[in-house]
């Protein structure tokens, strides 16, 4: 199994829309987790940290829930800026593991 | 600020050459790591380092050797290039354990 899995997508919405979507661990221990944001041909960049209580930043918003042992980032009135291939991350121990990548379009 | 700088950004081996990506860090961030990124494979990490003199092994460590003489600097070996090896390298660092890592702009690598 591996450790961080994602829904590749793609999610293909209008602009306006809200998107959200997942990522699960299977690494209980985890101590760190994040949204990046990779474009085209270019690296990863850090969207946002992910923290217990859930956290926004602008119209970005990520929840974890250590429970069920997921994360996942909403995307409100998305724009056309928006369209980039999302990777979750989690931190165990020294090693940052990341899944596969969601890709989302978003259309005029 | 540079940030993580990687060279080259674009490299063609021959089957069997060995070569090393360069990555270097203006942060003084202890934790730096390379990762590989292959289509439908997502980021795959090669090797990491939590401080200078501290190596150790990630996901697919095979045909790559590391070394971390200073904080700064952390590049990585290829020794015996193979087809398999062909992919989008970056390097990352970070702070601490909590901080999540700043990437490089990668080294594209294609061996023939």
């Known amino acids: 199994r591996k450790e961080v899995e994602q829904d590749p997508g793609p999610f293909n919405v209008p602009e306006g829309a809200t998107v959200a979507f997942n990522c699960t661990y299977s690494n209980s221990a985890s101590q760190s987790f994040f949204w990046y944001r990779q474009d085209c041909r270019k690296e990863p960049k850090l969207l946002m940290s992910v923290y217990s209580s859930g956290n926004e930043d602008g119209r970005f918003t990520a929840q974890l829930n250590r429970a069920s042992q997921y994360i996942s980032l909403l995307i409100r009135d998305s724009k056309l800026s928006d369209s980039a291939t999302y990777l979750c991350a989690v931190k165990s121990d020294y090693k940052l593991s990341f899944g596969a990548g969601t890709t989302v379009t978003v259309r005029a | 600020n540079a940030g993580v700088t990687q060279t080259p950004k674009f490299q063609v081996l021959k089957t069997g050459q060995s070569m090393t990506l360069q990555c270097a860090q203006d942060m003084n961030h202890e934790y730096m790591s390379w990762y590989r990124q292959d289509p439908g494979m997502g980021l795959r990490l090669i090797h990491y380092?939590?401080?200078?003199?501290?190596?150790d092994q990630g996901e697919v460590p095979n045909g790559y050797n590391v070394s971390r003489s200073t904080t700064e600097d952390f590049p990585l070996r290829l020794l015996s290039a193979a087809p398999s090896q062909t992919s989008v390298y970056f390097c990352?660092?970070?702070?601490?354990?909590?901080?999540?890592?700043?990437f490089g702009s990668g080294t594209r690598l294609t061996v023939v």
């Open positions: 380092s939590v401080g200078a003199g501290i190596t």
């Open positions: 990352a660092s970070s702070e601490n354990q909590a901080d999540g890592y700043t």
